[in-house]
């Protein structure tokens, strides 16, 4: 069985590492894996419960050494969990419920009859896929640093070896110096995964190159970013690949201690990590003389409140030092003075996710994908309205379009396409003109939205973009340490205007005023936080300016989504007087008229609040 | 919940032990701490300043900074609502409205009965789902103000 460890020996040397993963692969006797999901979202749906049930039935059945049940972490495809994927043949079977397990285990493992029933089923041709690289969410993928999270159980070091883990960092230790390998970074042209895309090449030399005699490597698992859910899904599915990424970029720039900084909400994450870096230690892949180089390097962990602002990095940083989390400005690169003012190289999840692929497979290789100063792929989390809901790793250059209709499979509920959020809220909203955008760090910036940590948030015609813009304001004003007048005194300023508007109460030249605001928190904040605030307004008012005017000058929401602007109606022609709607209104606002006849709705009574709209299964219900 | 002096300063000097009274570790201390009362009491924060040998201001500066931390008690059942950007285009505000009808409290306070607590987040990182109810830990997708009754009192 793959899950169990082999015996805890430490590896002293560069042929121990290969002679124990060869080992490895040719103790490995099962012919089948059974991998279920089981990150948060299939876990949501009750994967663990399908999980104990596969290990009873495949013991039940005796067929325990030839098949094996792996419980990995997010595989990407959260909407249609929990998943079950069998290997080698990559049968992908989707919304699996407890009763079907025994099914797979005869039919399937026994008797290799694919269960119609259980395939995802492509919504416009109604036609089965089987295998999981022929599901179109994945086919127009490149899953280079995320795809290896649905081979390999994240709490096994033996997997992560098996699957080719820690070559990289032998070849490091074995045959570069750290010159070289901040080189090969610089030539592979990684920009940072978490939100401004600066070249991690030169953050690492400059490092590298900064006086003193303790580093510190710091690896960042905060995710602030409302909407995005990438690093948690890589440091719950595949921590050694962060931590091996941590111990190259320390050996590269010089340091010996190491910090990962993890949200406390992020409980698997927390929990994986540490194993990880426990079962790194014991085999000496981590820790005092790594791999009998004389290398030092430890990792501790360091868990973080949830506060957005931890985002940047001399907050984050006073953060580890049991301070509040508030930002100091910044004239001194972190590089050269950060955690106790030494030398700190902060790096995201993702982009250190990316290292050992770059020094396995060359930094040739490497700059061959992407775009011309974007190189690689990026992760992106795919959510709001759309059909396929999930995480996505996609060459940089790919279009928005190609993104959000062959990935994401459109928009449901034959609802129309409104924008695109990305960035986060520091990001914009991108309308239906640039959807055939190529998506890479500086088209998104000059589309006037930015790459960010990845969220991409697809709204349709029912969501207001005044709304939306009121909703950052909100976020960021709440978020924000208060340190700086600009943005604690600029924010609350641009809030009011947004609800003075979103209450029919807007004036003329509250669009200017906005405007106006925005580029002062540009000038004048001393954080990102305030300082790209202003990014979601904008770009709002850029392209949905006639969404502004019709609040301010019709006292209209065309969305439906402002509430003193809307009102509940009952569509006579539609109801059928089933009362549902009735129990449902917490306001008693709407009252039966007699059998099959259209209930009736008491505007005076009515709070605006929904239910009726949400419960209403005969489209009965309107709102306008 | 009522926990005396005595017990609370155990849990606070075992923490600090836990984590070799090192200062820089305060905020997992708070947090372990938190664990195990549900909230951060007077006493607590005060004991880990004594036990540190840090000024009060700072612990308290932290203990209010990080929304993870509340000073007041919190109920038997935590309801945290999702107000993110995935989970506010699909509805969040709708969901959270319902929540606070049904139990007649606002978002960061506790039931009388001290039954159920009320939170947001603003971001679970279950955004694929969204919107998104953490029900004691346990992630509810897909929510609708029709399957906040089910919730509750699946909560009894
Ligand atoms: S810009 Fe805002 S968040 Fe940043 S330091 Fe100033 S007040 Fe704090
Ligand atoms: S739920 Fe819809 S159909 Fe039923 S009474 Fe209400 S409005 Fe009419
Ligand atoms: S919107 Fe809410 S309060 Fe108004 S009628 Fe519908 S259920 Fe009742
Ligand atoms: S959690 Fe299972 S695919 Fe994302
Ligand atoms: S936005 Fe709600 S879980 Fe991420």
Redesign the pocket.
Known sequence: MVNIEMETCRLTDYADLESYRANLQAKKTENKVITICCGTGCLAYGASKIGQSFKDEIKNQGLEGTVSVKFTGCQGFCERGPLVVIRPENILYQRVKPEDVSRIVTETIRNDLILDDLLYTIPSTNEKVRCEEDVPFYKKQLRLVFGTNGYIDPTSLDDYIQAGGYQALNKVLSSMSPDEVVDEIKISGLRGRGGGGFATGAKWEITREAPGELKYVICNCDEGDPGAFMDRSLMEGNPHSIIEGMVIAAYAVGARQGYIYIRNEYPVALKNSEIAIKKAEEKGLLGKNILGTGFDFSIKISRGGGAFVCGESTALMASIEGRTGEPRANYIHTSEKGLWERPTLLNNVETLANIPLIINKGAEWFYGIGTGNSKGTKIFSLVGKVHNTGLIEVPMGITLREIIYEIGGGIPGGKKFKAVQTGGPSGGCLPEEKLDLSVDFDELSRAGSMMGSGAMIVMDEDNCMVDIARYFLSFLEEESCGKCVPCREGLKRMRQILDRIIEGKGQDEDIELLIDLSESLTMGALCGLGGSAGNPVLSTIRHFKDEYVAHIQEKRCPAGVCKPLIR?YIVEANCNGCSL?IK????D??SFQGKKQPVK?DQD?????????DICRLNA?EVK | MSVNKDSIYNIVDEVVVKHNGDPSMLVAMLQDVQAQLYFLPRESIVRIAEKLDIPLTRVYSVATFFRAFSLKPRGKHNLKVCMGTACHVRGAEKVLDKIETELCVCAGETTKDMKYTIETANCVGACALGPVVVVDNEFVGQMTTDKVKTILEKCN
């Not at chain 1, 449902?584 to 306001?587: I, K, N």
Request: aromatic residues 10%; hydrophobic residues 30%.
């Open positions: 509940y709607c449902e209104c917490p306001a606002a709407i709705l009574k009515c709070t605006k609040c929904g239910a009726c709209y219900v």
